[in-house]
T-cell receptor, first 110, second 111 residues
Framework: QQPVQSPQAVILREGEDAVINCSSSKALYSVHWYRQKHGEAPVFLMILLKGGEQKGHDKISASFNEKKQQSSLYLTASQLSYSGTYFC???????????FGPGTSLSVIP | DTGVSQDPRHKITKRGQNVTFRCDPI?????LYWYRQTLGQGPEFLTY????????KSRLLSDRFSAERPKGSFSTLEIQRTEQGDSAMYLC?????????FGEGSRLTVL
């Protein structure tokens, strides 16, 4: 079952923060986050595993609440390069298929 | 290692024709996935392999779609009797640790 993402779209000015949410009605083993720029393939950002800690690199981090089957992606002090569509992908078990959400379009403007 | 490679990058075909796409994953990646993506949508799961074994095929996928990974290396995705609704970007991804590495995709246009 496809995860739900919110918001569908967000517009930010450089330096502002954003949060993108992903939720599932099913128990999850892991949540993936990817960014896709127009005309390009999705690029991996991070994976959060059940029982794992919040992850992050640079100004992008994420958390996974396994009790609520929810994950959030945090983008702080956004840069123009953060623009793109963000997808979460979920696995219900290790080595399971990854099912992607519908995406969140993020636009960072000067 | 040059990443995941897909061929052809673009394919235009007439309705009713068969098409085949090839995916060469990153070497030694044991899992390989096929997805379909249309404009404004997330990648839609089609099927995936662990080495040469096809583990699952989407129930939404008609019998016109078939995929193989004969020696656990490259994979092919064949669509028989194409329909206009098959027009999409077909993405291949591979992994050995969980994070998916995507190819640039094969764009199919059915006239």
């Amino acid at each position: 079952q496809q995860p739900v993402q919110s918001p569908q779209a967000v517009i930010l000015r450089e330096g502002e923060d954003a949060v993108i949410n992903c939720s599932s009605s099913k128990a999850l083993y892991s949540v993936h986050w990817y960014r896709q720029k127009h005309g390009e393939a999705p690029v991996f950002l991070m994976i959060l595993l059940k029982g794992g800690e919040q992850k992050g690199h640079d100004k992008i981090s994420a958390s996974f609440n396994e009790k609520k089957q929810q994950s959030s992606l945090y983008l702080t002090a956004s840069q123009l390069s953060y623009s793109g569509t963000y997808f979460c992908g979920t696995e219900r078990a290790s080595y399971d298929k990854v099912i992607f959400g519908p995406g969140t379009s993020l636009s960072v403007i000067p | 290692d040059t990443g995941v490679s897909q061929d052809p990058r673009h394919k235009i075909t007439k309705r009713g024709q068969n098409v085949t796409f090839r995916c060469d994953p990153i070497s030694e990646h044991n899992r390989l996935y096929w997805y379909r993506q249309t404009l404004g949508q997330g990648p839609e799961f089609l099927t995936y392999f662990q080495n040469e074994a096809q583990l699952e095929k989407s129930r939404l996928l008609s019998d016109r779609f078939s995929a193989e990974r004969p020696k656990g290396s490259f994979s092919t995705l064949e669509i028989q009797r194409t329909e206009q609704g098959d027009s999409a970007m077909y993405l291949c991804a591979s992994t050995d640790t969980g994070e998916l590495f995507f190819g640039e995709g094969s764009r199919l246009t059915v006239l």
